[in-house]
């Protein structure tokens, strides 16, 4: 239950009971039956630890019902007692560290609402919150996805009573932004919204903001200034750096024998690690190659992942009649969503239909979770930083069994940016939005200075 209460702003699998297209391994395709695959990914090794959880369903058919937020400090506080212990067990973190809370101290004392806009790479993200939330002594408010309310009744209880609420990503969510303003307006609590619109699992790489940060913050402002309340509304970028504190080849080598075993090889033990990720990586993009465009392609192997990433995006655009692409994969998978989803939700489909329709989706998440490898974040040729080796690894597994198991131990630091402050009109005159482009800037700056202490192997 515990993994669905992050107040993460994407899910992980496109995974339905009526989706055709993926089985409980997580490989996405049917058994040899013809029928959905109910193999279990089973662990790397005699007790070797995974986690017991499905990722969560994203997709839900069903029509949206805004679920508000319970404005008590009483479940909170009580749920702070147990989220070391729980961050410890279920994602690695052995410690955190907390830096410039004081730039956000002095804007509550200020008397400003407060937009929290952190970088978004794991899913315990939200939950390092938690040591500044101590330090500032307030609770804070968070969007969720609307899929994380549906999972059972506890986890929307307990959601809920942490100060979240629910927002709709497969279309316009007049509520929550309404709610998130008026929360920005009381100013009593700061709101967490993670600008990326979905998880990376690169710490060190920023994906490209949504806009609806700046557009909530910017409402906000206007409401203030209308109402005459003191103060205005500001935005603090925060840095969440994740330090891998291991033994690295002890970690990562169990789940690359894994994964080289479902591609029936040998253990490849007498390569270096960046060598078999090299070759995994290559494997894992030939097999989607033969999936979505009938055989494996060659050449460079990001300019490869581009090209597939851009032949089954623009070919889904150009069939659903999509012209506003948006910047960024995440943008353009949640504007295809946007119209795939309404008449499924609807029910007004054949079956037939419904079927091709998951099939879509699948490939939008599929396509969207290729973007998430950087170009050269991990090099063979020069000395990498352990935690992007991890990362890669991690997003290996993930893609190809639908699991991540914890790996630690972890030291995390959360450094809290400085005050951006936000008028209640945008300068037109200006290309960019200044705020985005302030988040974007703070964030990149404060990552690439807490990535230079991480050693380097």
């Known amino acids: 239950m515990w993994q669905s209460i992050l107040l993460c ?3 992980r699998n496109l995974g339905y009971p009526e989706n055709p297209y993926r089985g409980d391994c997580g490989i996405g395709k049917l ?8 193999e279990k990914y089973p662990p790397a090794e005699p007790g070797a630890k995974k986690r017991a959880d499905r990722m969560q369903e994203v997709i839900i058919e069903e029509p949206y019902k805004f679920v508000p937020p319970v404005y008590g400090d009483l479940w909170p506080s009580l749920i702070q007692l147990y989220l070391g212990r729980y961050m410890r067990k279920e994602f690695g973190i052995h410690s955190l560290e907390s830096r410039d809370v004081h730039h956000l101290q002095e804007s509550l004392d200020a008397g400003h609402g407060v937009l929290v806009a952190p970088n978004h790479c794991r899913l315990s993200d939200p939950l390092t919150l938690g040591i500044v939330s101590r330090e500032i002594k307030r609770n804070m408010h968070a969007m969720a996805s609307w899929h994380l309310f549906k999972q059972d009744w506890f986890t929307r209880f307990v959601l809920r009573r942490l100060g979240a609420f629910s927002v709709y990503r497969e279309g316009v969510d007049r509520k929550a932004i309404n709610t998130a303003v008026d929360i920005l307006v009381d100013g009593k609590r700061p709101l967490v919204v993670f600008s ?3 998880i990376s699992r690169h710490n060190d790489v920023l994906m490209p903001m949504m806009d609806g940060t700046s557009f909530m913050a910017r409402t906000a402002a206007k409401r203030r200034e209308k109402l005459g309340v003191p103060g205005g509304i500001v935005v603090h970028p925060i840095a969440i750096r994740y330090f891998f504190r291991g033994d690295l080849e002890a970690t990562v080598t169990p789940v690359l024998e894994e994964i080289e075993s479902h591609f029936s090889w040998y253990p490849q033990r007498d390569k270096p690690i960046t060598l078999r990720l090299q070759q995994i990586g290559q494997a894992l993009l030939s097999l989607k190659e033969i999936e979505y465009l009938g055989g494996a392609r060659s050449g460079d192997f990001y300019e490869r992942v581009e090209g597939l990433i851009e032949d089954v995006l623009s070919k889904l655009e150009q069939q659903w009649q999509v012209k506003d692409t948006g910047e960024g994969i995440v943008a353009r998978v949640k504007n295809l969503r946007t119209v795939i989803v309404p008449d499924m939700v609807k029910n007004n489909i054949s079956d037939e239909e419904r079927q091709r329709r998951w099939k879509q989706l699948a490939a939008c998440y599929y396509v969207q979770q290729m973007s998430h490898y950087p170009r050269d974040y991990v090099r063979r040729s020069e000395k990498n930083l352990p935690e992007h080796i991890l990362e890669t690894v991690e997003r290996f597994e993930e893609d190809f069994t639908d699991h991540v198991r914890p790996h630690g131990p972890f030291h995390v630091v959360v450094q809290v940016g400085k005050a951006i402050p ?13 705020v985005m482009d ?5 964030l990149t700056e404060m990552l690439a200075q807490l990535s230079s ?3 380097r192997i």
Do not use: F, H, L, Y
């Open 9 to 11: 702003a994407e899910g």
């Open 31 to 38: 058994c040899r039956s013809g029928k959905p695959c109910k």
């Open 196 to 198: 990326e619109g979905a």
């Open 422 to 434: 936000v008028a209640s009109r945008r300068d037109r005159s200006v290309q960019t939005d200044p």
């Open 438 to 442: 302030g988040i974007r800037t703070q």
């Open 453 to 455: 202490e991480a050693p």
